[in-house]
Nanobody, 127 residues
């Protein structure tokens, strides 16, 4: 059974930092893209950042560029999202997802080709 489990969310003040982790089981990163998506109440889902495990290519939404950093440890089947300079508008449930056809990171983040999802972790940024 394939599982993705997110952790690291919580309550933080504006300007603070959090590091999210997504641990995969039953799934080998291999040539696939894995990414972080978020959804706030009443808003559409947004592709925050994605990484291709094969070539290391990354994509960042404009809203997080320069503040968030995605990385992956293929040996541990874990992807991370370091979030710095957090803003109240970053408040959302953050999900990790993966695809299985070998998409590049940008296409994955902006598309609908997610094959697996975690249950998410809640990030709340207070002003």
């Amino acid at each position: 059974e394939v599982q993705f489990v997110e952790s690291g969310g919580g309550l933080v003040q504006a300007g603070g930092s959090l590091r999210l982790s997504c641990a995969a089981s039953g799934f080998t990163f291999g040539d696939y893209s894995i990414g972080w998506f978020r959804q706030a109440p009443g808003k559409e889902r947004e592709g925050v950042s994605c990484i291709n495990s094969n070539d290391g290519g990354t994509y960042y939404a404009n809203s997080v560029k320069g503040r968030f950093t995605i990385s992956s440890d293929n040996a541990k089947n874990t992807v991370y999202l370091q979030m710095n300079s957090l803003k109240p508008e970053d408040t959302a449930r953050y999900y990790c997802a993966a695809e299985t056809i070998g998409m590049d990171s940008k296409s994955f983040c902006l598309g609908t080709g997610m094959d697996y999802w975690g249950k998410g972790t809640l990030v709340t940024v207070s002003s």
